[in-house]
């Protein structure tokens, strides 16, 4: 039976979804609904789908693995291509084995995509929206502190351990550096895995505390379908959004370039193959949308972590009326 704090977060989630679909029909935004069930999920190397056996009970369609998607983007974007102009929605979306005080392997995503838009445009939207369900909600108005700390990767790094990327910019030379500043690397080797380390331990916590940040410029391997910056081709123009030391939403200006969206998602799909994960297909119909968007960008948010702060609540089951513990 749910507590009255998870009664309470039932009502604030009613007034969160109501705030946020306002938000984005005065914009202009189309809300849309897409397949959770889906052939392919995204390729996301330490994501985890659920699968799902499809048996047809007639002669139409033959017997295979679907998946419970891990996020709409694939969907969204094909939409995007197709013609949709900006486009919202609110939806479930499923990861397995993410159980922890921060995670559920069922939870609640906004995503929303913008054409003719770069990362700036949508982190300014995504902005606006917190701030408008801020007041809405009732919360203590950290979310109206805007306008949010923008602070890149690298900037990051430096001010809370004094390593600058673009000095070590290999695996061995950061964990040289990162074990020097007291980082515990294990036998991290590569640049990606030793930054893991290095980011959790000594930057993550650190972020969003006197207002809401968003951390940018991501090394260009840590954005598979993000748009590396014009100018600067060793970062993305990837953006996550952090409050209290918590990540609540990734986003970028997307890639169009269809080849070179393949090689990446290739290179995705080989080091699942090694490192003994899952290893899903490719998606061709989104392959072939990457190709026709329009320059966009687009944005992820973790809903259920939003409400955690709203409410001022440690543990993620504190805003679920059913949450994993119930079977896990």
Known sequence: MPNQLQWRSAAARQALYGALRRFFTQLGYLEVDTPLLVPTP???????????????????????????????????????????GPLFQICKVFRNGEVSRTHNPEFTMLEFYRPQADYHAIMADLEGALAEADRTVGGDGFFSRTPYERLSVREAVLRTTGIDLRACADGPSLKRAAEAAGVRTGDATSFDDVFFHLFLQKVEGTLGWERPTYLTEYPASMASLARLKPGDPSVAERTELYAKGLELANGFSELTDPVEQRARLLEEQEFRRMTGRSVYPLDERFLDAVGRMPPSAGIAVGLDRILMLFLGVEAISDVLLFPAHEFV
């Open 42 to 84: 995204g390729m996301e190397p330490h994501i985890t789908a659920f699968e799902s056996p499809f048996v047809p009970e007639t002669d139409v369609g033959q017997r295979r693995t679907l998946y419970l998607h891990t996020s709409p983007e694939y969907a969204m974007k094909r939409l995007l291509a197709d013609g949709s």
